[in-house]
């Protein structure tokens, strides 16, 4: 039968279809944010916290240095204002004054290991900044080539609707029933080629006779192994 030429017509089609119907849903997903910029961007967010809640102890520890400060002026300024003579008295603002060094010295080391903590957060965000920028300049790049092919695949899968409709027009309903069935049924492949007698689906060798009716075109031929139809080409 004829048929059999605009079947494998149509499978070519429907071959041609599917593989860009796969590539558009793979557009569909690359389509918005990917998890690379999410993971880039919370990156940024997780430092930045980290950095505001080390400003925020840095801030609290300058408070606390400073109410020292304070503390020990009064002690000075009254150890130092001559009205005290009590010898009881004076060793008690020196032992107080020593207390106050001793606590803003502890005060200060840890202003220190913080400041220090604060400057490599910095570091570290400018850093995850410059990657985030980066990766959101990609992005956009990408997003903007992906749109262009998704609207080039929607076009090409219209276009090929169209043909198979036409195609599938001039097919008859039993010998469309069988290919579709089939090609449900093999992987969505229902016509295979045969060349030099060998099906190009499955390998296998058909018998002489029928290489030959199907050369001439002459009846519609199933592959003996995998069921195809066979298309002499
Ligand atoms: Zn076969």
Redesign the pocket.
Known sequence: MAYVRHLYQLQLLDSEREAKAQRLAEVHDGLGESRELIQARQAVAETEASLAELRAQLRVLELDIAGLNAKLKQNQDRLYSGKIRNPKELTSLQDEAAALRRRRSELEDAQLELMIGIEEHEAELAERQARLRQIEASWHQDQSSLRVEKDKLEGELAALDEERAGVRARIGASALATYDDLRERQGGTAV?LLKRGI?Q????DVPTSMARAIERGEGTHF??????I?YGG
């Open positions: 295979a099906c689906a499955c390998g296998v592959c003996p192994i995998c069921n195809r066979l």
